[in-house]
């Protein structure tokens, strides 16, 4: 479709909407997940091991807060997706830096690795990571071909 200047912009492919909504899920997961965490929400909390239930609860607020940008980042960034807008990869950049943050200083600044190590949740710190990097170059790559505007 010829746009004001009269060039013509790509149309959506149809891995992005495969893309957008399987990562929009995921990520609203992962929204739901902190909030019911953030709320110590009872039924949520007591399914962590006594350890892991601990070690969430004694986060700084910095680490709070990367949190958050790590999941509503991604959030957001998977419906700027769907919606084409350009400003994706900013958000799914900011949601694997805050991913990244959060994990890795968890890890190696607050004493999660004993923790995670010890309850048999070292594995899962890892994969938010590697997903949010995902989405971020799935955007960064539909950026460049100019399907995002």
């Known amino acids: ?3 004001a ?3 013509t912009t790509q149309g959506r492919p149809w891995h992005l909407w495969l893309i957008g909504i399987l990562g929009g899920l995921w990520s609203l997961m992962g929204v739901v997940s902190f909030v019911l965490t953030q709320m110590k929400v009872e039924a949520v909390m007591s399914r962590f091991p006594p350890q892991q239930r601990e070690y969430f609860e004694s986060f700084p607020w910095w680490a709070v807060a990367f ?3 790590g999941v509503l980042g991604g959030a957001i960034g998977c419906l700027l997706l769907l919606l084409k807008n350009r400003f994706a990869f900013h958000a799914l950049l900011a949601s ?3 991913w990244l943050v959060t994990n890795l200083g968890g890890l190696f600044l607050l004493g999660g690795m004993e923790v995670m190590r010890a309850t ?3 594995g899962l710190t890892a994969f938010p990571i590697v997903v949010a990097a995902l989405l ?3 955007a960064r790559a539909m950026s460049k071909k100019g399907v995002l505007r």
Do not use: H, R
């Open 1 to 3: 479709m010829p746009d």
């Open 5 to 7: 200047q009269g060039t």
């Open 67 to 69: 949190w958050a940008i």
């Open 96 to 98: 694997a830096i805050g």
């Open 120 to 122: 048999d949740g070292l």
């Open 136 to 138: 971020a170059s799935y």
